[in-house]
Structure formats: structure tokens, C-alpha cells
């Protein structure tokens, strides 16, 4: 006995799975796009936040800050301090400290750079440069004896 | 009379394809929303560069009167009384300060107002200092003290000049 029901054949379910998943890839790519542009954004203002601490940190310290010094600060992903030991290193801060000229002895200049060391998702580069910034900073012990 | 449709050739395809407009409106409404976040933090980031450029314009300066005031307290390290003469004279023309007297001592206040101008936006840093007459073994941090270190921006400005009816008839 001869069934009327027709059933899809192999090539229209392969064309037809094949469509689904191009268009399903296009906007998985769509939602991507935005979770990246939403973890720039976090980072950045994380970024922001750090970096002021740091500044307002060096701006208080009574004593001198130094000078020619280099640092650098790790943060897990979720930009918890963490030290170069542990794995799940994602972000640093890269710091130099410096006199701004030898006529400007009570003058230090802080530069600041946030790195963010793994790349996002959907795109390669090894190290993203988060923000950047340049301060004076005022040596408060250097005019506290005669010069 | 309630019309039913017979037949549910195409129904799966039409419910495919409304799912998948729907995902891609969501997907859009969320990179519309994620790219004004991310607009943002970087004006806020911008905004604070150039908080931090005031600032460190402000430090140049407060540095120089410091440097000046040490110099002013070496000269007249043997006649403490003669301090402001000599540092008048070496603040120059373009700094503007007052100086008060009472009785026999004398003070000076230092005024600055630094602007920046920035994406046509004008900063403002206005800073006052106080310098206090030095004794014998005054340092520079002793007398000289920042009595005001405001930063602002540029007020907004309400437009009228748009022709509005007033009432009158």
C-alpha cells in the first residue's frame, strides 16, 4: 500500500539545517559584538578607577614617592589584586615614576598604563591597551628642609 | 464565522522565521545598548584625563611659587621682615595677589585661574593661596598654604532667545 504522506528529503533537510546554522552563526557573531562592547566598557571604567586610586595614593604619601621607579600590579578577572604567581592573570598596570626635569626637583611625573593581557573574544590581538594616563605629582617632602 | 486554516504547510517556516527576527531585534536593541555603555565610560575616562591635566597644571604652578617663596625666604633669611619685598619682586607683573596688613603681620594671597579648553568645552581651575609672614625658621611648607583648589566647567547656559509668546493678546 502506497502511504500519501510526504516526508522532506536529505538534500532539503541538509540545505534547510544548512540556512539555520549560517543565519544562527550571524547572529551568534550579533551578540558577541555586544558582549565584547559591554566587557570594554566595564574595563575601562574599572580602568578609570584604578588608575585614580593610584594617582590619589601617590599624592598623599608624605614622605617621597621616589623617583625612577618602575611597578607593575596584576588583577584577576574580575580586578581582584592578584599576584604574577597566580594563573588567571587578565589585567596590569604598567607604572613609571620619574622627576620631571632637574630645574623641577619637587615635581614627579606618573605615567600610567592599564593592559588588559588576554584578548577579547573575536579578535586576536595578544594585549589591549585599556586607558592611559600622564599626572604631575608634587613631592611633599621636598620642601620641608631649606633647598 | 471563524475561519481555520486546513492545512499547516509552511507553519514550521513561519515560526523559524519569526524566531530568528526576533533574535536578531534582541541582538540589535543589545549592541545598540552595550555601544552607548561603552560611549560612556569613555567620556567619563576622557572627563577624567582632563581633570588630571588641570590638576597637573596647577601642581606646575603652586610648584613655582613654592620655589619662589624658598628663594624669597633665603634673601631674607637675616631680616624675616623683608620677605614679601623680596618676593614681590620676584613674582613678577603677571600674578595677581594682595597683600593685608594687621599690626605686624602681613599677608599675602596669590590668585590663579587656569583654563582648559577641550572639545569646545572651557575647564576651569581657580586656585587662592595664602602666604604668611616667615620667621627665622620658617620653611616653605610652613607659610604658604592652599586656601582654594576648585576645579568646575563652564556653566549652563539657558537659551532665550527664543521668541515666546508672553500672554499678551
Known amino acids: 500500500m502506497k502511504s500519501n504522506k510526504k516526508g522532506f528529503t536529505l538534500i532539503e533537510m541538509v540545505i534547510a539545517i544548512g540556512i539555520l546554522a549560517v543565519l544562527a552563526v550571524g547572529i551568534m557573531r550579533l551578540f558577541l559584538t555586544s558582549q565584547v562592547s559591554h566587557q570594554k566598557a566595564v574595563d575601562l571604567d574599572y580602568a578609570v578607577l584604578e588608575t585614580n586610586a593610584l594617582i590619589e595614593r601617590f599624592q598623599d604619601i608624605k614622605g617621597s614617592p621616589g623617583n625612577g621607579s618602575s611597578f607593575t600590579i596584576y588583577y584577576n578577572d574580575k580586578w581582584e589584586r592578584t599576584n604574577i604567581i597566580e594563573s588567571n592573570i587578565q589585567y596590569a598596570i604598567y607604572g613609571d615614576l620619574a622627576k620631571l626635569s632637574d630645574d623641577k626637583a619637587g615635581l614627579l611625573h606618573l605615567d600610567l598604563r592599564v593592559v588588559r593581557l588576554k584578548p577579547y573574544i573575536l579578535e586576536k590581538n595578544g594585549e589591549n591597551e585599556i586607558y592611559k594616563i600622564s599626572v604631575i605629582i608634587e613631592d611633599l617632602s621636598y620642601w620641608g628642609e631649606d633647598k | ?169
Open chain 2, 1 to 169: 464565522m471563524i475561519l481555520k486554516l486546513k492545512s499547516q504547510n509552511g507553519s514550521s517556516t513561519l515560526l523559524i522565521s519569526l524566531l530568528l527576527v526576533t533574535l536578531v531585534v534582541f541582538a540589535l536593541l543589545s549592541i545598540s545598548s552595550t555601544a552607548s555603555e561603552l560611549r560612556l565610560s569613555r567620556k567619563n575616562a576622557e572627563n577624567n584625563k582632563t581633570y588630571y591635566m588641570l590638576d597637573s597644571e596647577g601642581k606646575r604652578f603652586l610648584y613655582d611659587i613654592k620655589s619662589k617663596i624658598n628663594e624669597a625666604l633665603i634673601l631674607s633669611r637675616n631680616d624675616p621682615q623683608s620677605f614679601f619685598e623680596h618676593f614681590d619682586n620676584l613674582l613678577g607683573d603677571n600674578i595677581i595677589r594682595t597683600i593685608n596688613s594687621d599690626n605686624n603681620t602681613r599677608l599675602m594671597t596669590i590668585e590663579r585661574n587656569i583654563i582648559l579648553e577641550e572639545n569646545s568645552k572651557r575647564r576651569f581651575l581657580d586656585i587662592i593661596l595664602t602666604i604668611n609672614q616667615p620667621d627665622t625658621e620658617s620653611s616653605v611648607n610652613d607659610i604658604c598654604s592652599v586656601e582654594e583648589w576648585k576645579m568646575w566647567q563652564e556653566p549652563f547656559e539657558l537659551n532665550n532667545t527664543i521668541d515666546l509668546w508672553e500672554g499678551i493678546p
